[in-house]
T-cell receptor, first 113, second 114 residues
Framework: DARVTQTPRHKVTEMGQEVTMRCQPI?????VFWYRQTMMQGLELLAY????????DSGMPKDRFSAEMPDATLATLKIQPSEPRDSAVYFC???????????FGSGTRLTVV | GNSVTQMEGPVTLSEEAFLTINCTYT??????LFWYVQYPGEGLQLLLK?????DKGSNKGFEATYRKETTSFHLEKGSVQVSDSAVYFC?????????????FGKGTHLIIQP
């Protein structure tokens, strides 16, 4: 089965450091989402792209988060500077908007100390 | 705005018991509804979906019916197994197949005891 690959699986970093999370969507999928999962807030949509163009990033703190899709095989989510409240599991998901349901990656568990 | 409310967990059942996980939603228009399942350490997997009122989604013995009059999409299974232990998320999209992202409930942790 085709998979969405996220790296790293786990990341522990110190407050103030830059963090980059990467996602390789499934080849042929035209839509990529970034979600954040925490115990308190559940799953929150951070940003998404269609055909590599950013469509909405209203869910992201603009001053520290940025999402890019430099090519069709890579999406990135950066946090600079990181803060303890950014500790969460970050999921990437890809799919085609014409079809129902998306494939999620296994997530990056970020801990900021 | 859109919202999804699920029953709080954890829900603990014995093997072969009947399962119901309640889900209600608030949305403008006519959303599509989904159930996702998350096993430990993994991402979410689509379990089933329904795209219009009275549709029944089904997969792996799980079922849910889109009830517009009660704005509900309850998940049911007649006989659960230990392998069904996971976190279940109800979600909606007001843009067809989820073209603009999904709104998720908080999730219900299901524990099945042998």
């Amino acid at each position: 089965d085709a998979r969405v690959t996220q790296t790293p699986r786990h990341k522990v970093t110190e407050m103030g450091q830059e963090v980059t999370m990467r996602c390789q969507p499934i080849l042929g999928h035209n839509t990529v989402f970034w979600y954040r999962q925490t115990m308190m807030q559940g799953l929150e949509l951070l940003a998404y792209f269609r055909n590599r163009a950013p469509l909405d990033d209203s869910g992201m703190p603009k001053d520290r988060f940025s999402a890019e899709m430099p090519d069709a095989t890579l999406a990135t989510l950066k946090i600079q500077p990181s803060e303890p409240r950014d500790s969460a599991v970050y999921f990437c998901a890809s799919g085609n908007w014409e079809h129902y349901g998306y494939t999620f990656g296994s997530g990056t568990r970020l801990t900021v100390v | 705005g859109n919202s999804v409310t699920q029953m709080e967990g954890p829900v603990t059942l014995s093997e072969e018991a009947f399962l119901t996980i309640n889900c209600t939603y608030t949305a403008t228009g006519y959303p599509s509804l989904f159930w996702y399942v998350q096993y430990p350490g993994e991402g979410l997997q689509l379990l089933l979906k329904a795209t219009k009122a009275d549709d029944k989604g089904s997969n792996k013995g799980f079922e849910a019916t889109y009830r517009k009059e009660t704005t509900s999409f309850h998940l049911e299974k007649g006989s659960v197994q230990v392998s069904d232990s996971a976190v279940y998320f109800c979600a909606l999209s007001d843009s067809g197949g989820g073209a603009d992202g999904l709104t998720f409930g908080k999730g219900t942790h299901l524990i099945i005891q042998p």
